[in-house]
Nanobody, 131 residues
Framework: EVQLVESGGGIVQTGGSLRLSCLTS????????IGWFRQAPGKEREAVSC????????IYKDSAKGRFTISSDNAKNTVYLQMNSLKPEDTAVYYC????????????????????????WGQGTQVTVAT
């Protein structure tokens, strides 16, 4: 059974940091692209970042560039999202998702990951950035 379990969310002050984790199981880690998405109240779910461990490709949403870093630990089948300099507009539920047999290099600033592209999803973790 494929599972993705997010953790690490919480409440943080503006300018603070959080590290989210996505523990995966039930599939071959190297065969998948893993994406981080977020959904704020009343808004659509949007892609934040993506990583493919097989080719070390990564991409970031413009607003995340320079502040967020995605990484993976293949031995632990876990993907991390280090978020620094957090802003109130980063407040959202953050989800990780897996897509089989593609590289994140498929995506670009003009062609960001879509929720429809991803096959498996976690339950999400709440991130709240207080002013």
């Amino acid at each position: 059974e494929v599972q993705l379990v997010e953790s690490g969310g919480g409440i943080v002050q503006t300018g603070g940091s959080l590290r989210l984790s996505c523990l995966t199981s039930g599939f071959t880690f190297d065969d998948y692209a893993i994406g981080w998405f977020r959904q704020a109240p009343g808004k659509e779910r949007e892609a934040v970042s993506c990583i493919t461990s097989a080719d070390n490709s990564t991409i970031y949403k413009d607003s995340a560039k320079g502040r967020f870093t995605i990484s993976s630990d293949n031995a632990k089948n876990t993907v991390y999202l280090q978020m620094n300099s957090l802003k109130p507009e980063d407040t959202a539920v953050y989800y990780c998702a897996a897509r089989l047999a593609v590289s994140c290099s498929l995506y670009s600033d003009e062609h960001s990951p879509s929720t429809n592209d991803f096959d498996y999803w976690g339950q999400g973790t709440q991130v709240t950035v207080a002013t």
